[in-house]
């Protein structure tokens, strides 16, 4: 089945060790999205990728980075954790262009920082 | 900026009641998604609206899309507890680019 898949399911990190979330897709989108949810809140968007085009949010911590190697990858990148980065990172996909606009979820990354 | 407003933000019920959430914008998108998201998962896309006024069904949920394309309600007949989560309502389009904002948020309990 197609599918967004995200490694790990579960990440402890300490405070300040960088870290790296991974997501791959099966579905063949042209859009990446990563996304921090903390407590039952509404997904944050931190930043997508169009193809290779970043679009990063004004508000997103410098702390966060991403790559997309390929169509099928995308990886989030915490260069140096704080506690308040402790939720569960949220990666997705859309396919832009077919007019009606969907979009699929992985399972989650919860990350804990010691 | 908050785009969408979702409410009742809590609802605890018992179950076999019936529920309605609400999801309120004052701007005009090209499709509305509901996703239900249980703890420690991602969301799962439950329907996608895109016709002003449309009415979508899934067993025992009903959607609606306002005819303004505006505004959008979940109605749950008959609640279980499997019904339980937190439900999310998001809009896209025309001029959100490749973003899709979410709303608030209505976290259920359904009680058996």
């Known amino acids: 089945d197609a599918m967004v898949i995200q490694n790990p399911r579960y990440q402890v990190t300490q405070f300040g060790k960088p870290v790296t979330l991974s997501c791959s897709q099966t579905?063949?989108?042209?859009?990446m999205y990563w996304y921090q949810q903390k407590s039952s809140q509404a997904p944050k968007l931190l930043f997508h990728y169009y193809d290779k085009d970043f679009n990063n949010e004004a508000d997103t911590p410098d702390n966060f980075q991403s790559r997309r190697p390929n169509t099928s990858f995308c990886f989030l990148d915490i260069r140096s954790p704080g506690l308040g980065d402790a939720a569960m990172y949220l990666c997705?996909?859309?396919?832009?262009?077919?007019?009606?606009?969907?979009?699929?979820f992985g399972p989650g990354t919860r990350l804990t920082v010691t | 900026t908050q785009l969408l407003e979702q409410s009742p933000q809590f609802l605890s019920i018992q179950e076999g009641e019936n529920l309605t959430v609400y999801c309120n914008s004052s701007s005009v998108f090209s499709s509305l998604q509901w996703y239900r998201q249980e703890p420690g998962e991602g969301p799962v896309l439950l329907v996608t609206v895109v016709t002003g006024g449309e009415v979508k069904k899934l067993k025992r949920l009903t959607f609606q899309f306002g005819d303004a394309r505006k505004d959008s309600s979940l109605h749950i007949t008959a609640a279980q507890p499997g019904d339980t989560g937190l439900y999310l309502c998001a809009g896209a389009g025309p001029n959100t680019g490749n973003q899709f904002y979410f709303g608030t948020g209505t976290s259920l309990t359904v009680i058996p």
């Open positions: 579905l063949n989108h042209n859009v």
């Open positions: 997705a996909t859309s396919l832009r262009g077919t007019g009606a606009y969907e979009q699929y």
